[in-house]
């Protein structure tokens, strides 16, 4: 981070993510999904790969599963 900015490769890879998803739609990559925990990772779904522009491989991605999570009763 520098004067209130953030820079650096995942970063980039977050606009990048953004810039490919679908209107309304949220997609993590790989790594983030190998991070959450089991709550997020019951939204995700589609594992997908992309090319994502100044990447030079493709990376793995998940994307948020349509509609609401289901909400579990008290």
């Given at each position: 981070?520098?004067d209130?900015?953030?820079?650096?490769?995942?970063?980039?890879?977050?606009?990048?993510?953004?810039?490919?998803?679908?209107?309304?739609?949220?997609?993590?990559?790989d790594?983030?999904?190998?991070?959450?925990?089991?709550?997020?990772?019951?939204?995700?779904?589609?594992?997908?790969?992309?090319?994502?522009?100044?990447?030079?491989?493709?990376?793995?991605?998940?994307?948020?599963?349509?509609?609401?999570?289901?909400?579990?009763?008290?």
């Open positions: 981070m520098r209130g900015d953030w820079y650096g490769s995942a970063v980039n890879v977050a606009a990048r993510l953004a810039d490919v998803a679908r209107p309304n739609e949220a997609i993590v990559s790594a983030t999904q190998s991070i959450a925990d089991d709550g997020a990772r019951s939204v995700l779904c589609c594992r997908d790969e992309v090319g994502l522009r100044g990447v030079s491989r493709p990376i793995v991605v998940w994307r948020m599963r349509e509609g609401r999570p289901s909400q579990h009763a008290a």
